[in-house]
Structure formats: structure tokens, C-alpha cells
């Protein structure tokens, strides 16, 4: 196979192809042994006609060459991309150029090729995570959630204010019809929490038992699974009796007190432990975050116009992936929307933010590899093909096979070039706090005794 690749505009190339004879001959055969499963001759087998007998069945060798090249071409074309170290991202447009009825066989395939983008200042990669230090104020809010766990309810001898629990009657009508889902009996309510109407904190703010109330909201100021009744900018009228208004009273913070409620003895014992356990979190959650943010700082170094193609592709791909989904949970995309308050146009635009950012993502990757010459073994490629077979329940050989057979081993090689890039990038990127404070990754690796954690 002779190819020669001539680019056009764009990110689109022409491949010129010119097939030997012996590959020819391997396609005709392949042909011919394919037809002879399918083709009926009377007084012969299926599969078990000659050759020439089958080939005069079918209208002779011209017949059968143009049944050749019509399976046939997309495979020559995979194998003249894969030879020429192409890596198309459409169909290809085919035409042959000789050799549809004798002779020489010889195409052209005009395809859309992944576009090389610059990612200058990758090197130099900086991201932000949060400080890893633990401020006194950080142990107080975990004392003061350990307090709210522990406080008890008692009656208010005051009016009630944010963050007081009221004991309520509440009922909601549309047009005098009782909406059910916004009517209920001994309802204890959080005083300033908005989780129902805002009109009802407004009113209830300074409330005392026996108190009633009347006002109205709109249902598009209401939680979405009650906006999601197509009641939209529909007025509800509510009426609300006060029963009971209770106060929370946190514990008094003593050595006696955390005793009593945990395992440890003093006061001093539980801030040191929450100490521990804060400074432990804060380096997990960084050394969690510095991959996607390594990420999302190498995207932004990607300033060139993307082919929408690839992006229109790539929003297809998770639009599939999305009905899939919902599909497997008995769901429409139609129901989802409607459930999520989302219209259609609404989902499209965010999908395709994400399409773009996606692909800008695959093609940075596959510079810093380029650049950095960032490869990956045999090995390699034949542990994540037999990971891959595993999920699909299939022989290795055979799945290998298949996927050669649809250039899918290439991605699979890209996939894992690329995964080798990111933690490349990962392992150089410089690591700051919000304060400018240089982390190093010793840092980050630290136990809660502050030695090296050797696993």
C-alpha cells in the first residue's frame, strides 16, 4: 500500500492510496469466502460453492471487485490513516480513482484530522488550593457543630427569631383549591431557613404562639419539585397558625461536657484531635483537587478556535451517554427535563460548554505528550486491553482484534499517552495556597504526626 498525504484547509487532509496486488487479492478472497456463507447454488452446500462457480453466480470478477470495494475501502482506509500516522476524527470522503473494474486500484479520502495545538506555558503550570493551615476559628465551627448535635430544644419566653423552631399548621390554596403538598399539621418549621416560601419567614419573623397569618407567594418562588407542576407564576394564598416557638440552647463548652460526649477527657484533647483531623483533611482534599485543577489550567493555556465538528461530535457522544442513562432508570430525556425545571435549549447550551472544554482538554493532553515525548509501553496497551475485554465480556484476541479492525486500538493508545501526560503535569505543576504561600508536595504526603507517610 502506497499513500501519500497532501493537506488541505483547515484541519482536513487528502489521503491518496494506491493498494498492491497481494492486498487485492486478500480482500477478493475475504469477498468471495463471505458470500459463499450466504449465497445459495443449487447442488452445493452453503459454503462449499467454488469460486468460479460463485463469481459466474454473481455476474463475474467486475461484480464481484465492486462488492470487494464497496466492504473493503473503509478497512484500506484504516490501515492507510494508521500507516501514514493519521488520526481522523470524521467519516472520509472516498473516490476512486482507478481501478473500480481491473487493474490497479487507487482513492482518494479527504478526512478532518485532530488539529496540534500550541499549549505554551505548560511548563510553568501554577494552581491555587486552599491553605492547608488550621485556623483557631476552623476547631471553633467543629465545636460549635458538636454543640448544635447536643443542644436541646426549650420554649422561647420571646418572640421568635432566625434559627428558632416553630410548631405550625400551615395551609395553601390556589384559586380556594387546597394544594396538599403545602398543607400540614404540627409542622416544625426552621425559622429563616427559606425552605418553602420566603413570604413565610417574612411573615413568621417576631411570631408568638397563636398567632395566625395570611399571605400570598407565586409557586415560581417555591422549590422546584413543586414549580415542576406546571403551576408557574400561579399565586398561592397560605394561612399559618404559630403553636409552639422553641429556642435551641447549646451546651456550655467544659472539660465535663466533652467527656460526657466524646472520647476524650479535656477540652485541650478534643481540639488537638480536631486539629488532627482538619490539618489530615485539608491535605487530602488538595492532593484530591491539584489533578482537575492541573487540567483546568492547562485548557486555558488552549486559545485556538476549535473545529465545531469535533465539538458538535462530542456533544452528541454525551447526549447519548445522558440518554443511556436515563434509559437505564426508566426516563425520558423529555421527563428529565421537565423534573430538572431544564428546557431543551438550556441543556444544549451547557452540554456543548462542556463538549468544548472537553475537547479542548484531549487536545492539550496530546501536545504535552508530543512535546514531551511521553509514551507508553507494549504492556501497557495489552493490560487495558484485557481490562477492556473484561468489561465486555469478551476474548482478548478477539476484542483486540475488533478494535484494530476499527482503528479503536489507536485511541486506546491515545487514551492511555494521555493519561500518562496528566500525571506528568500533575507531578510539575507548582502548588499554591489562596495566600501565595508555595505547598510543597512533601506537604501534602505528611501524616497527622507530620513524618512521611511511606504507606
Not at 498492491?20 to 452445493?44: C, D, H, M, W
Not at 467454488?50 to 470495494?69: D, S, Y
Not at 465535663?256 to 466524646?262: F, K, L, M, T
Not at 484533647?269 to 483531623?277: F, H
Amino acid at each position: 500500500m502506497n499513500t501519500v498525504v497532501e493537506e488541505l484547509e483547515g484541519s482536513r487532509v487528502k489521503l491518496a492510496v494506491e493498494l498492491n496486488e497481494n492486498e487485492l487479492q486478500q480482500a477478493l478472497s475475504g469477498t468471495l469466502i463471505k458470500l459463499a456463507r450466504t449465497v445459495q447454488v443449487p447442488g452445493f452446500r452453503r459454503g462449499k460453492v467454488p469460486h468460479k462457480i460463485l463469481e459466474a453466480k454473481l455476474g463475474g470478477q467486475t461484480v464481484l471487485r465492486q462488492k470487494m470495494l464497496e466492504e473493503s475501502l473503509s478497512d484500506f482506509f484504516v490501515q492507510a490513516a494508521r500507516q501514514a500516522d493519521l488520526d481522523p476524527v470524521s467519516t472520509p470522503e472516498i473516490e476512486i480513482k482507478q481501478g473500480m473494474d481491473s487493474g490497479i486500484v487507487a482513492f482518494d479520502a479527504v478526512v478532518e484530522v485532530r488539529p496540534k495545538i500550541s499549549v505554551a506555558g505548560y511548563q510553568g503550570l501554577a494552581v491555587t488550593v486552599p491553605s492547608l493551615e488550621v485556623s483557631p476559628k476552623d476547631v471553633e465551627e467543629q465545636i460549635d457543630k458538636l454543640r448544635e448535635q447536643f443542644g436541646q430544644l426549650v420554649t422561647a419566653t420571646r418572640p421568635g427569631v432566625n434559627g428558632d423552631f416553630l410548631t405550625i399548621d400551615i395551609n395553601a390554596y390556589i384559586h380556594k383549591e387546597l394544594q396538599t403538598d403545602l398543607t400540614a399539621s404540627d409542622l416544625v418549621y426552621q425559622l429563616g431557613s427559606g425552605s418553602i416560601t420566603k413570604e413565610l419567614d417574612e411573615n413568621l419573623l417576631h411570631c408568638t404562639p397563636g398567632d395566625i397569618y395570611k399571605f400570598n407567594s407565586f409557586i415560581s418562588e417555591r422549590p422546584a419539585a413543586v414549580a415542576q407542576q406546571e403551576k408557574a407564576q400561579k399565586e398561592v394564598s397560605f394561612q399559618v397558625l404559630v403553636k409552639e416557638v422553641k429556642t435551641k440552647v447549646l451546651p456550655d463548652v467544659t472539660d465535663s461536657w466533652v467527656a460526657d460526649v466524646s472520647e476524650f477527657e479535656t477540652l485541650d484533647q478534643l481540639k488537638d484531635d480536631i486539629r488532627s483531623s482538619l490539618a489530615k483533611r485539608k491535605k487530602e482534599f488538595a492532593a484530591f483537587a491539584i489533578k482537575g485543577l492541573t487540567l483546568s489550567a492547562l485548557v486555558d493555556l488552549v486559545h485556538e478556535d476549535i473545529p465545531s465538528s469535533m465539538v458538535d461530535a462530542q456533544l452528541k457522544q454525551k447526549l447519548a451517554v445522558l440518554e443511556t442513562q436515563l434509559g437505564a432508570n426508566g426516563l425520558t430525556l423529555s421527563d428529565w427535563l421537565s423534573r430538572a425545571s431544564l428546557s431543551e435549549e438550556e441543556l444544549l447550551a451547557k452540554l456543548s460548554e462542556e463538549a468544548l472544554w472537553d475537547v479542548k482538554a484531549d487536545l492539550a493532553l496530546r501536545a504535552v505528550a508530543e512535546i514531551e515525548d511521553i509514551q507508553i509501553g507494549e504492556n501497557d496497551i495489552v493490560s487495558e486491553v484485557k481490562r477492556l475485554a473484561g468489561e465486555h465480556g469478551t476474548d482478548e484476541k478477539i476484542f483486540f482484534a475488533e478494535l484494530q479492525h476499527k482503528g479503536g486500538d489507536i485511541a486506546i493508545k491515545w487514551g492511555l499517552r494521555k493519561n500518562k501526560a496528566l500525571s506528568w503535569l500533575v507531578d510539575n505543576v507548582n502548588i499554591v495556597d489562596e495566600n501565595g504561600n508555595v505547598i510543597e508536595r512533601k506537604q501534602l504526603e505528611e501524616n497527622q504526626e507530620g513524618e512521611p507517610d511511606n504507606g
